[in-house]
């Protein structure tokens, strides 16, 4: 069956650390990968896009991984900062639609 | 520009009542979409649009309809409203470029349904 995993419902990092959150999948073949962030009781908001023939992407302190062989995708968040706390989804596109993992909740602790 | 605006932001229902909820966006937009959120299972989509005129099912269709008469607005009905269907509903855009859109969503509405 298909499915979208991300590594853990929620990571606690010390401010400054670099975050890594993982999202993982199977039986899909996406032709691209993107990130959103959600804060509480908002609407998600696109962080970066990744295609199938990409390695990786960063835009300022964010950095996206994309490894179609092993169906993972990585997204680091360098020199974490309060701020950074939220919730981050995967979001996978195989087709027309968009499917979405369950997200990670991420507390950058001072 | 507002970008994706939706009505109402929070709503309780009774078991058996019907609603509309409205999504609009100002972005000229062809694609819009009706997710809802639950906790611990993520966005999953109920139905959606490539324009104007056009419906489509997503994942989780049963017990809602929609409709997309006008480009800027995509309206999710609950005809007969059951507890099952509390959850946080969520509406989304984008145009037409598929290799570089980007998801534009609004703000969400809170649904009770008792």
């Known amino acids: 069956s298909q499915k979208i995993e991300q590594n853990s419902e929620a990571l606690n990092i010390q401010e400054g650390k670099t975050a890594t959150l993982t999202c993982n999948y199977t039986n899909y073949s996406p032709a691209y990968l993107q990130w959103y962030r959600q804060d509480p009781g908002r609407g998600p908001v696109f962080l970066l896009l990744i295609r199938e023939n990409e390695k990786e992407k960063r835009k300022e302190r964010l950095k996206v991984t994309f490894d179609t062989t092993l169906k993972q995708s990585l997204f680091h968040i360098t020199a974490s900062q309060p701020a950074d706390s939220a919730t981050y989804l995967c979001a996978l596109a195989p087709g027309q639609n968009f499917v979405f993992g369950p997200g990670t909740r991420l507390s950058v602790l001072p | 520009n507002a970008g994706v605006t939706q009505t109402p932001k929070f709503r309780v229902l009774k078991t058996g009542q019907s609603m509309t909820l409205l999504c609009a966006q100002d972005m000229n937009h062809e694609y819009m979409y009706w997710y809802r959120q639950d906790p611990g299972m993520g966005l999953r989509l109920i139905h959606y649009?490539?324009?104007?005129?056009?419906?489509a099912k997503g994942e989780v269709p049963d017990g809602y309809n929609v409709s997309r008469l006008k480009k800027q607005n995509f309206l999710l009905g609950l005809e007969s409203a059951a507890p099952s269907q509390t959850s946080v509903y969520f509406c989304?855009?984008?145009?037409?470029?598929?290799?570089?859109?980007?998801?534009?969503f609004g703000p969400g509405t809170r649904l009770t349904v008792l």
């Open positions: 649009s490539v324009g104007e005129g056009t419906t």
């Open positions: 989304a855009s984008r145009g037409e470029l598929f290799y570089h859109n980007e998801q534009f």
